[in-house]
């Protein structure tokens, strides 16, 4: 983390307490993601490629996160003003420690993690990949496989480390591996020359939502019309990012993460338009980063039943459906 955006979060974090406001232009605000930058994040760059955010009178500044950067840590402590949570065990953690956030909107209704396996070892269900060696991360095994173990029937005895290297995998066919149906897919078929048998773990009842925005809870008490407009704009970002033009966006992402190429951008975005990662469910009502009382209760209810939560926490105190559920941006979804 530079000393330049350690400074600017410093500034912000007393501007939000104080709930003072700039009257001679927009308010600044920064937002952590938790990973550098990717298609995954294309509608908060969207939103800021072309001028959405300003609009909403924002001058959004982006922190990229990474294997170095816990942005998840500034948050609470004031140093960034909203953060991009992976899923809602995050925010559910948060309320076991007593961290004072709080998640104001889902830009992912659909959790990507998922499961790959080679297509020609006759693993067509996902509980044929009982049958198989699964590499699972440790954050995995705490976490969605404790979900898979209760409700399906896998084993402790099956799981091997993942390392985040594809290639214990790739020499492996009778093997399975963990992912993002947005990344990982495409680096297979690039290293090992075929398209791999995907299981979302999403479409098999693994509820959880993902790619949250979370504040604090003194800033949506003390400054709520900012995060109502910093959700309405990113939530016009993700709709103009999906279905519009995006290439303003993606070069944003490039210069951040210079790694990351068209082509892994392309796949990346298909795919949460195939499986409805972002626009799907409620949000065809309700607009994306739509949020419900009963989804949010039935993840809590599988987590605690996995194990994974304690049934007395106070789940409902880990977001709020204040910002949400409005119905913004829906005139921007083509038509069929």
């Keep these: 983390m530079s000393t330049r955006w350690t400074l600017a979060g410093a500034i912000l974090a007393v501007a939000a307490t104080t709930g003072t406001a700039s009257a001679q232009g927009p308010d600044k605000v920064s937002f952590g993601t938790n990973w550098v930058a990717q298609a995954e994040h294309g509608g908060f760059y969207q939103a800021l490629a ?13 922190v990229p996160g990474g294997p170095n950067v816990n942005n998840r840590i500034l948050l609470p402590v004031g140093k960034i003003d909203f953060f991009m949570s992976a899923n809602s065990l995050q925010s559910f953690d948060a309320v076991a420690q007593n961290v004072p956030t709080v998640a104001v909107a889902a830009m992912f209704q659909k959790d990507p993690q998922v499961l790959l396996a080679h297509p020609d070892q006759g693993i067509g269900r996902f509980e044929d990949l009982k049958k198989l060696t699964l590499f699972v991360s440790r954050e995995g095994v705490a976490s969605y496989y404790q979900w898979m173990k209760k409700d399906f029937g896998f084993t402790d005895g099956q799981v091997k480390p993942y390392t985040f290297n594809p290639q214990p995998f790739l020499a492996d066919r009778r093997s399975a591996m963990q992912g ?55 939530v016009i970002g993700w709709y103009n990012y999906l279905y519009g033009d995006n290439r303003a966006a993606n070069a944003l992402i490039k210069r951040d993460n210079p790694e990351m190429s068209d082509a892994a951008i392309a796949y990346s975005i298909a795919r949460m338009k195939e499986f409805g990662i972002v626009d799907s469910g409620d949000t065809l009502k ?41 119905g913004v941006g829906l005139d921007l979804r083509p038509r069929p």
């Design 50 to 62: 072309d001028g959405t955010y300003r609009k909403y009178r924002l001058d959004v500044t982006i």
């Design 180 to 234: 993002y149906i947005t990344s990982e897919p495409y680096a297979v078929e690039q290293a090992g020359r075929f398209k791999p048998t995907m299981f979302l773990l999403a479409d098999q009842g693994f509820s959880s939502y993902s790619t949250l925005i979370e504040t604090r809870r003194d800033l949506v008490e003390k400054r709520p019309d900012l995060v109502q407009r910093f959700v309405d704009a990113s």
């Design 286 to 326: 309700n607009g994306i980063g739509a949020m419900s009382e009963a989804r949010v209760k039935d993840f809590f209810d599988k987590m605690v039943r996995a194990g994974v939560v304690k049934a007395d926490l106070d789940y409902r105190r880990s977001y709020t459906l204040q910002f949400v559920n409005k």
